[in-house]
């Protein structure tokens, strides 16, 4: 696939993607498509064109804040690709039960606004719940313990291991339940399709089943590397009462995930050795938890995402060639 197709390549593209329910989402700079394996064995696809952030305000094609700008827009994008295969889903279970699927299909992707909304919210609020606000009450309490807790140093590092742990128990947990396990097998094959795409091979089963499910540029990753950046900036602005300390934490986060987004990028591409390997390797080993070994036909939707998202995203490049 690589160059036959699309009349582009690894060196002209960055790729991407995520996991959906029985399916994955490819991004591409200019598009991105979202394959998912139906009841009958079909494949239902979504594919639609994605302006550049840059495009929109030039300051967000800036260092730090682009972080943060790439972060949200993987969120939206995240969750629309997310709805849309939980759509297909449930059109597949009303199918079996004898319903009628054309409300369904006629609902599907009209009214997207409000529920990618609420889903944000509802997501970024259990977030700040069990990752900021529980580890830093926790900590809190081990002060009347712990004598060494009250330096701010060690404060802020007791607190970033307890959010560790607990980002590592939720995946744990998560990792446990069947439907999760199988989404877990769409993340490594979605991997497994990158790795192949950016060695410039042919883009075949066969090739992406010997590639590694595990990739330096995995959102797995990025979460990890904010955990530990959010030590180092937290330990920065000292605060004494327990609602500064908290409010901080939060308004911090834009500026942490910035961070964390140039640390992941500048690492991601060196991390065959020397120090970017020793940088990227707690993340390749929470990678074991979050990306399975998938089956062929897994390996196949993954495929099919890529292909339909290079040849939307090689339409906007000629055009855009067609126009200079």
């Known amino acids: 696939m690589t160059g036959k197709n699309t009349g582009l390549s690894p060196e002209d593209i960055l790729v991407g993607g995520q996991a959906v329910i029985e399916g994955v989402m490819m991004r591409t700079p200019h598009a991105y498509a979202v394959a998912v394996r139906r009841a009958d064995g079909s494949l239902a696809v979504k594919k639609e064109f994605v302006r550049r952030l840059a495009e929109v305000w030039r300051p967000l094609a800036w260092p730090v804040i682009r972080g943060f700008a790439v972060l949200l827009q993987a969120l939206v994008l995240g969750i629309r690709t997310l709805n849309y295969s939980f759509a297909i889903a449930m059109e597949d279970e009303e199918a079996k039960k004898g319903e009628g699927s054309a409300a369904t299909a006629k609902k599907k992707g009209k009214g ?69 396990r199988r989404v877990f097998q769409y993340h490594g094959a979605e991997h497994k399709v990158v790795h192949s795409w950016e060695a410039r091979q042919e883009v075949t089963v066969a090739n992406a089943a010997l590639q590694s499910p595990l ?60 120090f970017f390997r020793f940088v990227v390797m707690p993340g390749l080993a929470l990678q074991r938890l979050t990306a399975r070994e998938p089956d062929q036909a897994q390996l196949e939707v993954a495929i099919f995402a890529l292909k339909e998202a290079l040849e939307l995203d090689g339409v906007k490049a000629r055009e855009a060639q067609a126009a200079a």
């Open 112 to 180: 997207e606004f409000w529920p990618i909304l609420l889903s944000m919210v509802s997501a970024a609020g259990a977030a700040v719940l069990l990752f900021i606000l529980a580890p830093l009450w926790l900590t809190t309490l081990m002060k009347g313990f712990l004598p060494a807790v009250h330096n701010w140093v060690v404060f802020n590092l007791v607190d970033g291991l307890i959010r560790v742990a607990f980002f590592v128990g939720y995946i744990l947990a998560i990792s446990s339940m069947k439907d999760i």
């Open 215 to 274: 990739h330096p540029r995995c959102g797995t990753s990025f979460l990890l590397f904010v955990m530990v950046v959010s030590i180092v900036v937290f330990s920065l602005f000292k605060f004494e009462a327990f609602w500064a300390i908290f409010l901080s934490r939060v308004l911090l986060i834009p500026i942490i995930a910035g961070i964390s987004y140039e640390l992941i990028r500048c690492s991601a591409p060196r991390s065959g050795g020397g």
